[in-house]
Each structure stands twice: as C-alpha cells, then as structure tokens.
C-alpha cells in the first residue's frame, strides 16, 4: 500500500471516530423526542423522568430499556402505568431496535395502527386489558420475528385476519376477550408449527371449530371458552397429542362426553364447564394419569361417579356439582389424596359419605350441598381435613350430632351446615375455629343454649343459628365480636333482654332476632355506632319502648322489620332521612305520631306496612315519589283528610290497603290508573260520593273493598271489567238502584260478593247465576224485590247465602244451600216460602208456579175471572133445568086428551 493510501485509510478511520458517537447520540435524542412527543398525548402525563432536559439520559427512563451497547430503546414496559390515549401519537419508524413493548393494563384506545409493523425487531407485544377497538391491521405478518403477542381484554372486532397465521415464531397468541367473529372461511389460515399456546375465549365465534387450529401440532394450551362452538370435533383427539391445557367451558356444547378425550394422555387440566352435556363421565376418564384438574360442573352429566376417579393420583381440583349425577360417592375417591378441592354440590347424590374421604388430608374446599346426602358424620371422618377452608355439607339430610371433632379444623374460614337435621346441642369445640368468618347452621335441630365459646370467635363475620331449638339468652359477651357483620338468630326460643353490648358491634349490618321470646327495651345506643346498619328484623317477639333514636343514625338501613311487638312512642327521626329504605313493617305495635313528619321520601322502597298503630295525620301526595311502591298498609289507625289523587302516579302498585281510618271525601278516578293493583281496601272510612267508573280499568284487580263507607248512587257496571276479582265488598254503604246484571260477567268472583246494607232495589238478576265458583253471596238489608231465580239451584260452589231484610217473595230455588241455609239468611222477606227452617210452604198452585216460572199475580188474574165464569155458567144452566122441569106436565096433559079423542 503507498504511503498516500495509508494517509487515506487513516483520515478516514479517524473521521468514523470522530462522528460516530455524534450519530449515536442523534439517535437517541431522535428516540427521546418521539417518546416525549407520545408521552405528551397521553393522560395523565406522570413520565416526569420523560423530559427534553433529560434526552441523554434515555436510558434511564422510567420504563424504558436499552440495548447492552446503550445505544438505541430496546424494550418499553409501561404495563400498569394507569395511561390513557393511542398510538397514533407514536411514531414506530424512530424505535427501530424495539424487541419488547408492553403497554397491558392501561386505558389506551383507537385503533391498533399498521404503522406498528415498521418494529421490525419486534419479538414481544402485550396490548392486553386496554380499550383497542376496530379491526386488527393484515399487515401484522410483516412483524416476522414476532414470538408473543397479547390482545386480550380489548374492544377488537371483525375477523382475524389470516396473515396473522403466517407468523411462524409466534409461540404464544392471546386475542381472548374482544369481539371476534368467524371468518368467511377458516381453510385459508394456516397451522403456526411453533404455537403452544393459544386463546381465542370469550369472543363470537359461532358453530363451526377453527380448523386452522388442528394444524397447530404443538399447541399445548387451548382455551376457546365462551363461544359457542356447540361441538369438539372428533379429530381434535388425534391431532393435537401434545396438548396439556383444554378450555371449552361455556361453548354450548351438546352430546355424550367423548371417549376420544381419554387419548389426549398429556392433559393437565380439562375444563368443559357449563355446557350441555348428556349422559354419563365415561369410566376411561381414569386413564389421563396425569389430570390434575377435571371441570365438568353446570352440564347435563347423569348416573354415577366413575370409580376410575380413584387412578387419577396427581388430581388436585375436581369439580362435577350441578349435573343430574344420581350415584353414592365411590370410595375410590379417597385414592386422589392430593385433592384440594372436591365439589359435588347441586345434585342428586345419595347415601353417607365413605370413610375413606378421611384421607384427602390435603383438602382445602368441600362442596357436597344440595344432594339427598344422609348418615352422621363420625369423628374419625373429618379429624385429619386439618387443611380445610371450606366445608359446604347445606341442604341435605345430614342427622346426628356434630362431632367434637370439628374443633380440629383450625384453619376453615366457611362452615355451612343449614338445612339438614342435624341435633343436639352445638357443640362448644366450634369456638376453637378462629380462623372462621362464615357459620351457618340454621334450619336444624340444635337445641339447648348457644355455646359460650361462640363468643370468642373474634374474626368471624357472619353467624347464622336461625330455625332451630335453642334456648337461653345473648350474653353481654357477644360486644366481643367486634368483627361481626350479621348476627341472626330468628325463629327460636330465645329469651331475656338484647345485651347493651350489641352497640359496640361498629361493623354489624344485619341483626335478624325475629320470631323468639326476647323483651323489654331495645338498647338505646343501638345503631348510634353501627353506621353502617342496614337490616334490623325485630318482629315477632315482646319488646316494648320506643326504638332507638340514632337506630338509623348513619342512613344506610335499608329493611326495618318490627311487627308484632309492644314498641310505643314516635318513630326515630332519622327514618325520614334513610332514602336507602326498601322495607317497612312497623304492623301491630303502638306507634304514635304524624305520618306526614315521620316519613319522608324513599326512591327505593317497596314495601310499607304500617297497620295496627296509632299513627295520626294526612296521606301526602309526596308518597307518589316513591316511585317502588308496591305494597302500601296503613289499615287500623287514625289517619285522616282526602286520598290524595297523586298515589295514582304509582305505576308498580300492587297493593293498597287504607281501611279502617278516618279518610274523608271521594275516591280520586285517577286511582284507575292503578293498572298493577290486585288488592284495593278503603272499607271503614268516612268516605262518600259516588263509585268510579274508572275502576273498570283494574283487570288484575283480586280483591276491592269499599264496605263501611258512605258511598252514593247505583254500582258502577264498569266493574264487570275486573276480570281477575276473586272478593267484592260494597256492603254499608248507601248505594241505590238496580244492581247491575253485568256483575255476572264476573266469572272468577270466587271468596264473596257482599251488597248487604245499601239502598238497593229492583229484582235480583238471574245473570248472577253464571258465578259458578262463588262461595259467599250476601245481598241482605235492602229493598230487592221479586224472586230469588230458581236458576240460582247452579252454583253449586257457594257456602253462604244472606238474602235478609228485603221485599222478596215466592218460592227459593230447591237444591243446594238454599235448602241448607238457617232461618236468619231469609228472615225479614215474608212472602218467601220453601221447605228451609223458618219458611212457610209454597201452595199447590204456587208450586206449578213455580216449576213453571209463571208470577203469582199473573196466576190470580187469571184464576180469579176464570172461577167467576164457572160460577156464573153453573148457575145458567140450573135456571134453564127448573124451565124445563116446570113446562113438562102440561105437555104430559095435552098428549092425554089428544088419546081420548081417538
């Protein structure tokens, strides 16, 4: 080489030293500014590491990585950063070294764009748990080093596109969770050789299995759950030998379990819940030596549990509840001794429980509720369950004692035992579970006092002793619970006083202790501290006092039950403001006070049951915002004014029941508007005008009683229209005129019609006949005339008749209770006969009159001018014989003078 060339080589080697790191350095900050411009897109912007400032120190960025040179971005993990926004602010062509980028569990949106193919180096992509919607670029196949990518939990919709397939490094693909549907045609996608784990759940694929996946040889996790598919297709068994993970749990699939599956001897788990499936689990199911886990639960399963169950020895999760299974438990379940978890629930298994579930020793949850499960539970079966967290043997015929036993089980957080009969007393060793939050026992046969051990269980949450035999009282102790969230101990034999403790209880937010013998006064610091009380059950036992001031202190009780007890004095003044209220039931006590100020408004109350106190004051038209309603009783106090017209806007009503208070004025029509309404009950009020016709419009109405009032004028034949009335009672009124024939048209009267003590007039109508199913008629004290239709012999259904104090005559209908019934259902109509106690017979003539059905007057009418006739023609024809007689000897005289002259 000549010297000049040398000098040549030489300047330029030093010149590439010279500008190489100027040009590292311009691509870092051509790096840095197209994050910072990104980053300044996003909400909220807390990259505060991301700064022009700060542009030679990429590197060191916040969730960025560069490459072991530092001399270009190689990774962006900004998974969890809580971001908002797209990438359409990201330019892809200034990260050209980009292998990782992670942007998972954020808030980002748009659409994914096809620029992001230009990271060429890309081996990663998680875009999972965002908002990403539209369709996903074609151009993705251009991302040839691709190995994992993660769109799960996205908006993405359409169809996947089939170059995505042509990935071929890409062994992990995850676009579960979006909106993606089926493709024109699947034969078109490839099988990706180096896949092993794909998810395509929870999208819209419909009917037909990919078959591009039958192609992936070396898939060893498939989850297609949550589309619905309908079927496995049989060469999945062949195809993909290598799988170890299979989910198609939701994919409405139908038929027999496949035998098929049992070749598929690499599974680890199988998951093929809540789908359709028949008949029985297939006994080579024991051949998967490996399973450890078998999720067959919410299908149509029937027969037995296959004893084969017994080989599975790496079994760690099995679940079968809710099928149809219909066996005892095999024994050789106790063979899978590393079983965590066993659920058997919701099905129709019988027999005890084998002795050798002894030996699931690993047991951490036990779920065998709702079967016909029967037998004791001995001490030896569960001592070694040291493990359990959970044991749910509810809704079975379970008898016997607790074991002692019970107490071993330190580490179970939830025991439910309701609902079987299990007896005698609750033994004291449950107080040694301190880890336990949940314990239900209700619905047994406990008797004898609550354990004082119970007391000391200071985590627990919720206890529940209801529907049992127990005696005895709640200690002082139970203030120790300072955990306890619901404490109910309804429908026992309870007794004494609620202990002041229970006011310490800061977190409880139910307290059930209705139907037992409690009394006395409830604490009155009861709620004061308990902010968060929602439902207070108090009915049903002998407690007296005023409720307590602050029982809805913290506005959050939302069922307030107090019924049937001896509680006086005005209601809690922070009821008017507990808008959470859904339930009250405040019935038969001695409550005072003004309606108007103890109530307020409640958008979410269905129910309230006021009747039996001795509230006073006006129905306020504020009631019609509580637009829930469905049950209003305030029957058997002293309420007063107008019904106020506004109650009509309550369109989910159901049932109102005023009766027995001092209402006064009319019945607004608008309560016509009630079209809910089946039960409507003014009776024993002071009201007056005339009926309204509009309550024609009531056609689910089952029951309407207006009795005991002042109403006018005639009976509204609009009622007829109340197709669905079972009880109708307008009786003591003042109503007039004729009663309606068109009452007849109503064919499901079924408990009573009563019209007694009106005005009413005119003849009863024969119409009345076609109430077959009527059991009591009562049409007494009115001025009803004619008869009673003999067609009336039909109603075959009634029990009891009041024809009482009326004008009626003639005959009564000779079948059924009108032969029956006493003297006083007739009393006070004269001229009615028949052979009942009390009436006088009907005559011959009346009784061909009355099979005749010809009126008595009519017959008398006529019988009377024809008996005249008959008499005057007898005495005619009398005359004319005397006549004759007279005028015979003369002619006998002349006849014997004319012979002698012969």
Request: proline share 5%; with cysteine; aromatic share 8%.
């Amino acid at each position: 080489m000549t010297s000049s060339h040398k000098a040549s080589a030489l300047f330029f080697h030093l010149l590439l030293v010279c500008f190489l790191p100027s040009k590292i350095t311009a691509s870092l900050r051509a790096e840095a500014e197209a994050l910072i411009k990104w980053k300044n897109s996003l909400s909220p912007s807390t990259l505060n590491s991301w700064s022009l400032s700060n542009t030679n120190n990429l590197c060191n960025w916040s969730a960025i990585v560069c490459d072991s040179t530092n001399t270009t971005v190689s990774e962006i993990n900004l998974s969890g950063a809580n971001l908002t926004g797209s990438l359409t602010g990201l330019d892809f062509t200034s990260l050209p070294s980009l292998t990782r980028l992670n942007l998972s569990h954020n808030g980002f949106n748009g659409s994914i764009p096809s620029a992001l193919v230009n990271l060429s180096k890309l081996i990663f992509l998680d875009l999972g748990h965002n908002f990403f919607n539209g369709t996903l670029p074609a151009e993705l196949d251009q991302l040839k080093e691709l190995q994992y990518m993660s769109l799960y939990n996205n908006n993405l919709n359409g169809t996947i596109p089939y170059q995505v397939t042509k990935l071929q490094k890409v062994w992990h693909l995850d676009f579960g969770s979006n909106y993606f549907v089926n493709p024109p045609d699947w034969s078109i996608y490839s099988g990706m050789s180096s896949l092993t784990h794909l998810s395509l759940a929870l999208n819209r694929f419909t009917s037909e299995f990919p078959s591009f996946i039958l192609e992936c040889r070396n898939l060893t996790f498939l989850d297609m759950s949550y589309n619905p598919m309908s079927l496995i297709p049989e060469s999945l068994y062949t195809h993909l030998q290598k799988l170890e993970y299979l989910d198609m749990s939701k994919c409405e699939l139908e038929g027999h379990l496949s035998t098929n599956l049992s070749k598929l001897s690499n599974l680890k788990e199988i998951h093929l819940r809540a789908n359709k499936l028949t008949g029985s689990i297939f006994a080579e199911i024991g051949l998967i030596s490996g399973l450890q886990v078998l999720e067959l639960n919410e299908n149509l399963l029937e027969g037995e549990i296959p004893s084969s169950l017994g080989q599975l020895s790496d079994l760690r999760r099995l679940d079968l509840r809710q099928n149809s299974l219909n066996s005892t438990i095999p024994s050789e379940l106790g063979l899978c001794t590393n079983l965590t978890f066993l659920a058997l629930a919701v099905n129709s298994l019988v027999g005890s429980l084998p002795m050798s579930l002894s030996n699931l020793t690993k047991i951490k949850e036990l779920g065998l509720s709702d079967n016909l499960f029967t037998g004791q539970i001995p001490d030896s079966l569960i001592s070694k369950w040291t493990e359990l967290s959970s044991l749910q043997l509810q809704n079975n015929k379970f008898r016997g004692e607790i074991p002692a036993s019970i107490g071993l089980l330190m580490k179970i957080d939830i025991l439910f035992l309701y609902n079987n009969t299990f007896s005698g007393p609750i033994p004291p060793e449950i107080g040694n579970l301190q880890a336990m939050s949940h314990l239900d026992v209700s619905s047994n046969k406990f008797s004898g006092p609550i354990p004082s051990t119970i007391w000391r269980l200071e985590n627990i949450t919720i206890i529940t002793l209801a529907s049992n035999n127990l005696s005895g009282t709640i200690p002082m102790e139970i203030g120790n619970l300072t955990s306890l969230i619901s404490f109910d101990v309804n429908s026992n034999f309870l007794h004494g006083v609620l202990p002041n403790t229970i006011s310490q209880l800061t977190k409880l937010q139910n307290l059930s202790v209705f139907t037992n013998n409690f009394s006395g006064d409830i604490p009155r610091d009861f709620g004061k501290y308990s902010l968060d009380l929602r439902y207070v059950y108090l009915s049903n036992n002998s407690f007296s006092g005023e409720l307590p001031p602050d029982l809805c202190s913290g506005f959050a009780l939302m069922d307030l039950r107090v019924n049937n007890n001896s509680f006086s004095g005005p209601l809690p003044k922070c009821l008017r403001n507990s808008s959470a209220l859904t339930m009250v039931k405040l019935e038969r006590n001695q409550f005072t006070g003004n309606i108007t100020e103890a109530f307020g408004i409640y958008l979410n109350l269905t129910s309230i049951t006021l009747s039996g106190n001795q509230f006073v004051g006006e129905l306020s038209p504020k009631w019609s915002e509580c637009k829930s309603l469905i049950k209003i009783d305030m029957d058997n106090n002293k309420l007063s004014g107008k019904i106020p017209s506004e109650l009509s806007l309550l369109s989910q009503l159901q049932y109102l029941s005023l009766h027995s208070n001092q209402f006064t004025s009319s019945i607004p029509p608008e309560m016509g508007n009630l079209r809910q309404l089946y039960l409507f009950n003014l009776s024993g009020n002071h009201l007056t005008g005339e009926i309204p016709q509009t309550l024609g419009r009531l056609d689910r109405l089952n029951c309407l009683d207006l009795s005991k009032n002042k109403f006018t004028g005639s009976i509204p034949k609009e009622l007829s229209n109340c197709g669905s009335l079972i009880g109708l009672n307008l009786s003591h009124n003042n109503l007039t005129r004729e009663i309606p024939f068109e009452l007849g048209n109503l064919l499901s009267l079924q408990y009573l019609l009563d019209l007694s003590s009106n005005f009413l007039s005119g003849p009863i109508p024969q119409n009345l006949e076609k109430l077959s199913h009527l059991q009591i008629l009562n049409v007494s004290r009115n001025h009803l005339s004619g008869t009673i239709p003999p067609s009336f012999s039909s109603m075959l259904s009634l029990q009891s008749i009041d024809f009482s104090y009326n004008n009626l005559m003639g005959p009564i209908p000779r079948e059924g209770i009108f032969q029956r019934a006493p003297t006083e259902a007739y009393v006070g109509n004269s001229r009615l006969c028949g052979k009942a106690k009390g009436l006088i017979a009907c005559s011959t003539e009346s009784s061909l009159g009355n099979s005749g059905g010809v009126n008595k007057k009519v017959l008398l009418g006529v019988i009377i001018p024809v008996c005249a006739l008959l008499i005057f023609g007898v005495i005619v024809v009398r005359i004319r014989v005397f006549h004759q007689r007279a005028k015979l000897p003369d002619e006998e005289s002349s006849d014997a003078q004319k012979t002698k002259k012969l």
